[in-house]
């Protein structure tokens, strides 16, 4: 959708909209718990852990975690329909990473989780490193049947020395080349994670990884602000004063300014990210207002009276502001 006339009054290509077209309404996500692990805990990658995953592994309720796939969906989806009455779900097999499984395992629980009428289909959060042609078999078959399903690549940075520093075990060629090997063997609808927040990140730098995204074969982009969770390297990283959080404001310029310069086609799964438990939450404290976050953010497009794209649409001011640039503190 590279229409701007269709993003409901937003300055961006909200994934909603992207659903409301491909559903027919408005969809919600089921979150699920059911991998226990990853290369990285497993020490398979180089490291013990990624320095921002908590134990839970990046779950959203790890409150359902011990129960079965079925009854964490039915929990959450009991819970959708009271609140917002709706019939339209895609289950997303978040936490930890979910490839780093048996195939054959991660087939039944797509079964399970499509034997739902109203689940619509299955989206999965996975690391670069994690992939296979007997997974990309299953997303073709899942497809074949009429259901939907999306892949979300972790792949936090397209830089090496931060990659490095967030433990994360993999370089920026393991995600392109996850992207290529995906796009040319499936027909899945492709995200991306990023991370903003990183020591030493510049707007040189959020530009080139705008530019760069603009460039691969995906259909979405979900962004994170870095914030420190409890039991996690980052925390004692930050209490040593090793690393401090970015600044609210400074986040909300360096979002603003991404996504000028990301293609209008890319939609865009969320402006922020929050801790999924605030008791966990070590810093910044801002992190556990999603919603007031967003908010600035839209007013920061207003302010600036700009929008997703502006500047690839408009190469001249693009020029302009090219020879403004300058690094954006940390």
Excluded at 215 to 241: Q, Y
């Amino acid at each position: 959708m590279t229409n701007l006339s269709q993003w409901q009054d937003l300055p961006y290509y909200a994934i909603s909209q992207f659903y409301r077209c491909r559903f027919g309404g408005k969809v919600y996500k089921i979150p699920v718990s059911v991998a226990q692990t990853c290369p990285n805990r497993e020490g398979l990658a180089g490291g013990k852990v990624c320095i921002f995953c908590d134990e839970w592994g990046s779950a959203a309720f790890p409150e359902y975690r011990h129960q079965t796939l079925a009854g964490q969906i039915e929990a959450t989806r009991a819970r959708l329909k009271r609140r917002f009455n709706s019939d339209n779900f895609l289950v997303y097999f978040q936490a930890y990473t979910t490839t780093f499984r048996r195939t054959m395992e991660l087939r039944l629980q797509f079964a399970e989780a499509l034997a739902f009428a109203d689940v619509k289909g299955v989206v999965v959060g996975t690391r670069p490193d994690c992939l296979s042609d007997a997974l990309f078999d299953l997303w073709n078959e899942t497809e074949e049947k009429g259901k939907f399903v999306g892949v979300e690549l972790g792949v936090q940075s397209f830089d090496d020395e931060h990659l490095m520093w967030m433990n994360r075990g993999h370089k920026q060629e393991t995600s392109l080349r996850a992207i290529e090997k995906i796009r040319n063997k499936t027909k899945v609808d492709l995200g991306i994670h990023l991370i903003f927040g990183l020591p030493g990140e510049t707007r040189e730098k959020i530009v080139s990884t705008a530019r760069k995204v603009n460039a691969l074969p995906i259909d979405n982009v979900k962004l994170h602000n870095l914030h420190v969770l409890k039991n996690t390297p980052l925390e004692e990283m930050w209490r040593r004063g090793e690393f401090v959080p970015i600044t609210r404001e400074e986040y909300i310029k360096r979002v603003v300014l991404f996504l000028e310069y990301l293609c209008p086609r890319i939609a865009v799964h969320r402006l922020a990210a929050v801790a999924s438990r605030h008791d966990e939450l070590v810093a910044p404290h801002w992190a556990r207002s999603k919603m007031e976050t967003y908010q600035l953010i839209l007013d920061e497009f207003k302010i600036q009276s700009t929008y997703q794209g502006r500047m690839v649409l408009d190469p001249i001011q693009a020029s302009i502001q090219k020879k403004g640039d300058v690094e954006i503190s940390t």
